[in-house]
Nanobody, 127 residues
Framework: QVQLVESGGGSVEAGGSLRLSCAAS????????RGWFRQAPGKEREGIAL????????GYADSVKGRFTISQDNARNTVYLEMNSLNSEDTAMYYC????????????????????WGQGTQVTVSS
């Protein structure tokens, strides 16, 4: 069973940067996709970035493309989300997730395909 633990959230001023970490434990071989999702108050959870840990292929939502970068450290079994040029609309609870499902471009951020979730880490951006 895979367990995910996020860290690195906090408060930052608009224009600033943060780096989130997602450490995985357990048997992660079959859950080779790792993704970052976020949920703002009153809004649905949305997928923003993913990485295929087998070949480091990545994907991003339009809302974060060019500002956020997902990466991995295989030795530490950890995935990172580097967030730059943050603005108030980035304020949300950020969740790490993993799956071994067959994802397509249209389904890659569909929550129902992701079967393992962390507890989340809060990111607050003040303007």
């Amino acid at each position: 069973q895979v367990q995910l633990v996020e860290s690195g959230g906090g408060s930052v001023e608009a224009g600033g940067s943060l780096r989130l970490s997602c450490a995985a434990s357990g048997d992660t071989r079959s859950n080779f996709y790792r993704g970052w999702f976020r949920q703002a108050p009153g809004k649905e959870r949305e997928g923003i970035a993913l990485i295929d840990t087998r070949d480091s292929g990545t994907g991003y939502a339009d809302s974060v493309k060019g500002r956020f970068t997902i990466s991995q450290d295989n030795a530490r079994n950890t995935v990172y989300l580097e967030m730059n040029s943050l603005n108030s609309e980035d304020t949300a609870m950020y969740y790490c997730a993993s799956t071994g499902a067959r994802l397509t471009f249209s389904t890659r951020f569909s929550i129902r395909y992701w079967n393992t979730w962390g507890q989340g880490t809060q990111v607050t951006v003040s303007s």
